[in-house]
Every structure is written in C-alpha cells, then in structure tokens.
C-alpha cells in the first residue's frame, strides 16, 4: 500500500528556534497539502503545493515539495507560542484519494 | 459563511449498538469526506461523497458506511459498535472533490463503553 511518513513524530523547541518536519511517500504525488491543527481543534488548511520543486512561503512558514515530487517539509523560522499544534502533510495520489501522514506534534517551550 | 457543522458533538454507546453522525457543509460545497482521529491512528480516511456519490473509500470494514443528500448535507453510519470505534469523527467538505482546501468541523467525539 502507499506509505505516508512524516517526521519527526514530535518537537519540543525552545522559543524563538528554528522547526522543521518532514513528509515523505513511496509513490510519486500528484499535489501535497498541508495543514495544522492546533490542540483540541481541528485540522486547518495551510498551504497545496503542485508543481516539483515548489517553494512556498508564508510569513515565517516555508513549504517545499521535492523535484521527484515524493517528499515535502514545512519549516518555521523563530518558532512563535501560537505556532503550537500538530502539523499534517496530506498526500494526493493520482487517484485523488487524501492520505493523512502521521503528523509532527511542535510544542514550545517559553 | 457558516462553517462545516457536526451533530452532535459528543457521543457515548455500547459495545454493539450503532450510531449515525450528522455532517452540514459548507453552503455550495459539493463535496463531503469522512475522516476517524484517535491518537494510536491519526487521522484516517473514511470516505468521501460528491453529489451524492462515493467516489473513494479507506480501508474500513463495511460497518462504516455513509451518503450524502441532495442538499450536500452527509451522514455516517458505524453497526455494531466496537471499542476501538472510540475516536474523534471529522468531517470536510470542499467546493469539488479532492480540490483544497478542506474545511472540517469541529467532529464529533464518540465514546464506546
């Protein structure tokens, strides 16, 4: 089956460091989305990417998807208290079936 | 725009009864998914409905079952409950199918005893 990993599984960050996670699959993408959700909510959009090698930014968030179009990461610059949450990267296969990956679970430490 | 809405928010059954969860999307969103949160999991596709259509399914046994009304609103069905059936139940719903961004509810909790 197609696999989904995303890592790490958790971050614990001092304020103001740097955050990175990692998504990758097995099979070639069609588009991958990203999106958090912080605790006891539920999973907001941020961001689709599409084309290989896509670099997107917003504000202090930057999204990749690689050139084999396989992985993607999302990375926080000076990580803030409101970005804590889980961080989901959802993989699209030609099917356009949605796969959840496991999340990375940021918390900050103040 | 009013947002994705799940009925009810919280749930308790046993071991054997079954369930129907309520899902309203978005006004002239067409497309509907299902998706079961449990912390061992993660979030899990269910299915997913456009124009009252399944177009795609997970890997679920099929006392999971659902559909979708003329008026785009869905419901979820799960026969005789499981424990391990205990999880957070969200629902998404999006302009067309599998075309971002999702908008999910706020889910339902169900709780099996």
């Known amino acids: 089956g197609q696999q989904v990993m995303q890592i790490p599984q958790y971050q614990h960050v001092q304020e103001g460091e740097d955050f990175t996670t990692y998504c990758n699959s097995s099979?070639?993408?069609?588009?991958i989305q990203w999106y958090k959700q912080r605790p006891g909510g539920h999973p907001v959009f941020l961001i689709q990417?599409?084309?290989?090698?896509e670099v997107k930014k917003q504000k202090r968030l930057t999204f990749q998807f690689g050139e084999a179009k396989k992985n993607s990461s999302l990375h926080i610059t000076a990580t803030q208290t409101t970005d804590v949450g889980t961080y989901f990267c959802?993989?699209?296969?030609?099917?356009?079936?949605?796969?959840f990956g496991t999340g990375t679970r940021l918390t900050i430490i103040p | 725009k009013a947002g994705v809405t799940q009925t009810p928010r919280y749930l308790i059954k046993t071991r054997g009864q079954q369930v129907t969860l309520s899902c309203s999307p978005i006004s002239g969103h067409r497309s509907v998914s299902w998706y079961q949160q449990t912390p061992g999991q993660g979030l899990q596709f269910l299915f997913e409905?456009?124009?009252?259509?399944?177009?795609n399914k997970g890997n679920f046994p099929g006392r999971f079952s659902g559909r979708q009304f003329s008026n785009s609103r869905s419901e979820m069905n799960v026969s005789t409950l499981e424990l391990g059936d205990s999880a957070l139940y969200l629902c998404a719903s999006s302009p067309s199918a599998a075309v971002p961004p999702l908008h999910f509810g706020n889910g339902t909790r169900l709780t099996v005893t």
């Open positions: 959802t993989l699209v296969f030609g099917n356009e079936k949605l796969t």
């Open positions: 990417l599409v084309k290989s090698g």
């Open positions: 409905y456009f124009s009252e259509t399944q177009r």
């Open positions: 099979t070639t993408l069609s588009n």
